[in-house]
């Protein structure tokens, strides 16, 4: 882990991901047919963009209980995407190396989303720690 505190959520490798995430998932969609634009373009993409919007929001949240009822917001939000990779797969607006390209970054923000939750929830544990001055995770 960096030894450096974290002064903002642009700091947090699983914000950055997630960022890297939501990016992708514009780029990708917009090869999506017209008729979807309104329909699963958009909920993919609101989806996609609450995992970063979450993790952010969380970030200066005061208490702990807040700061991991937004990450559990973004982790349900991330589920979601899930769906939408499989469904755009099945629906054939991706090819496999698309979905794959797409799973691959959502398990990395998935396994840094759950890290960073047990994180806070350790720091909930020990007084001593302040849940403000986490370190940045490190894939």
């Known amino acids: 882990m960096d030894n450096m505190k974290s002064k903002t959520f642009v ?7 997630a960022h890297q995430f939501v990016l992708s998932v514009y780029e990708k969609t917009k090869k999506y047919p017209n008729s979807e634009m309104f329909a699963l373009v958009s909920q993919f993409r609101r989806a996609a963009v609450s995992i970063a919007a979450n993790i952010a929001e969380g970030y200066r949240k005061t ?5 991991l009822r937004f990450l559990n ?18 629906l054939n607006y991706i ?11 959502i398990e ?11 994180g806070i929830i350790t720091s909930k544990n020990n007084p ?11 894939p």
């Not at 700091?11 to 991901?17: A, G, N, R």
């Open 128 to 138: 001593n720690n302040s849940s403000d001055s986490l370190t940045p995770l490190t």
């Open 108 to 118: 990395d923000v998935s396994r840094l989303l759950n890290g960073y939750s047990k």
């Open 63 to 67: 208490g702990n209980a807040d700061k």
């Open 11 to 17: 700091e947090l490798i699983v914000w950055q991901k």
């Open 95 to 105: 090819n496999e190396t698309i979905k794959t390209e797409l799973s691959t970054l």
């Open 73 to 90: 917001i973004a982790q349900g939000s991330l589920e979601e995407c899930r769906y939408y990779i499989i469904l755009s797969n099945d």
